[in-house]
């Protein structure tokens, strides 16, 4: 009889294959034994849970065929002898893409085609699909899924169609949190998905596992040899971990030669598994939540200057930052995001008055100059500075600061770049940890091949109309930093300010925001 290998599965996959969570993500880095995990999970279903169905999908099929199942089916050859059937020996436990032979237990499918399906011996089946054709998984009844890099995925396929197949009953959760097939009052219905991933700071799937909420927790434990990050979030379990958890499953100098073959900040995610590491396009290059992020919105002095500058974009949200400047610091102190219906100016600037009613001093208005333009919001002509000082100005002093037309891109991203990380001028930027689509946008965007902002559109599923859903924060904050610093910014050019020094206010002990 065969001998079959012995399986050493690491930490993070143990607690994975044993979550009795309906959705489980297996983050990690590279060799960490993703596909392996999909092999020994879909085989335990398989062989436990015949009278159920399942699902493996990847991104496209060439990636399904050539790398998720070749490495699934080789988990079931090498480690439980499962072979494929021969038709010529008229051996094996499984057939694919074919109707299945008399002798396999078929009574609880007779599927009229069987393209895409993996029939067992056993009466089992596993639909296999590409994600690029999510549609057709439209009507399934499934009682769980596998996901094989599910960073290049759309977040509407997993969330909204995949999501939405888990429906077929057979397992369960008993009192012990054993998986069993009786079904009975007191044990749960089981109807997991499992998402294995390499980090690629994926905003819908960093945000589905509430990932930031936890970044200095990951940060603290993926960097050991030994330690590794998990957290059970409402009905959902993720784990975070390094290639070295599964350093004694790989080859001897695999984890060194990667080491010596990537850049630092692709180490930092393909070794690592950090999910907030940089990828090497991103626009603003030197952000850092740990330096850059912080408690600040008590800061605010009502005596001081108010700093608002907007993009008018209305979709997906009109913007408006609010800073204050102290002494040699600037904190991004509240950002105003307002979606439909309340994505017009007249409503942004009710906003404004509703959150900052009290303030004493000066508001300073900065923003996208085409704000210029008349007519293009209302009736009657004005334009959106005239609309938001109309409003502001029974309440408070204005003083607008917009330029005729937006600085360079590049050149303001760079700006900002150098800021961040160099504080020149003295400056010292913070940002509230509220303000979490500014920190999207700091984390996310990405740069294009001529050095602007990459923005890519998405079509409303519903109004068929198409909108970049990232980079209004970051536009305003770039048309604050470089008309509120003009000097810096003209040295930053290569341009000789007549005074490069500048003074900040000096902040009051009257907190009230």
Wanted: proline share 4%.
């Amino acid at each position: 009889m065969q001998t079959l290998p012995t399986i050493n599965l690491s930490k993070p996959q143990y607690d994975i294959a044993t979550s009795r969570k309906q959705i489980n993500l297996f983050l990690a880095g590279q060799g960490s034994g993703k596909t392996f995990l999909m092999g020994f999970i879909s085989y335990l279903f398989v062989s436990n849970f015949p009278q159920t169905r399942g699902l493996i999908c990847a991104n496209t099929y060439q990636q399904l065929t050539r790398s998720t199942l070749f490495r699934i089916r080789e988990v079931w050859k090498i480690y439980y002898g499962v072979m494929e059937y021969d038709e010529n020996t008229q051996n094996g436990h499984y057939i694919v893409g074919k109707k299945p032979p008399s002798h396999f237990d078929t009574i609880s499918h007779n599927f009229d085609n069987y393209g895409n399906i993996i029939s067992f011996i056993n009466g089992a089946v596993i639909y296999v699909g590409s994600l690029d054709n999510f549609k057709s998984l439209d009507g399934m009844e499934i009682a769980w899924e596998l996901l094989d890099e599910t960073k290049d995925t759309r977040e509407e396929a997993v969330k909204e169609v995949l999501t939405g197949r888990l429906r077929q009953k057979g397992i369960y959760i008993n009192l012990n949190q054993e998986l069993t097939n009786e079904e009975n009052d007191a044990n749960i219905p089981f109807m997991p998905m499992y998402i294995f991933t390499s980090p690629a700071k994926v905003p819908w799937l960093n945000d589905w596992f509430s990932l930031s909420d936890f970044e200095p927790e990951i940060r603290a434990s993926i960097y050991g040899e030994n330690s590794y990050f998990k957290k059970s979030v409402g009905n959902k379990f993720v784990t975070v971990s390094s290639t070295f958890l599964n350093k004694k499953n790989l080859p001897e100098n695999y984890i060194q030669n990667q080491i010596q073959n990537l850049p630092s900040y692709l180490q930092d995610m393909l070794i690592y598994g950090n999910p907030f590491g940089k990828t090497g396009g991103e626009f603003v290059k030197t952000f850092s939540r740990q330096m850059h992020v912080q408690n600040v919105a008590g800061k605010y002095q009502a005596d001081l200057n108010l700093h608002l500058s907007f993009d008018f974009n209305a979709k997906p949200y009109m913007t408006c930052l609010a800073f204050q400047c102290q002494e040699n610091k600037v904190f991004l102190l509240k950002e105003i995001c307002l979606a439909s219906p309340q994505n017009t100016t007249p409503a942004m600037a009710d906003a404004i008055l509703k959150i900052f009613g009290q303030h004493k001093g000066k508001l300073l208005l900065y923003g996208d100059a085409s704000g210029h333009q008349q007519g293009h919001r209302r009736e009657d002509g004005k334009n959106d500075y005239q609309i938001l000082e109309s409003i502001l100005k029974t309440k408070f002093t204005i003083e607008k600061k917009v330029p005729q037309a937006n600085p360079s891109v590049s050149l303001s991203g760079g700006f900002l770049n150098v800021i961040l990380e160099k504080n020149i001028g003295n400056i010292f930027f913070m940002i509230d940890v509220s303000c979490q689509k500014m920190i999207s946008d700091l984390e996310y965007c990405k740069e294009a091949s001529d050095g602007t902002m990459l923005k890519e559109q998405i079509k409303d599923k519903e109004t068929g109309v198409s909108y970049e859903p990232y980079g209004h924060c970051l536009d305003a904050l770039r048309y604050f930093m470089t008309m509120c610093f003009t000097k810096e910014y003209k040295k930053f050019q290569g341009k000789n300010p007549e005074n490069d020094i500048v003074v900040l206010e000096r902040p009051q002990n009257n907190h009230v925001f």
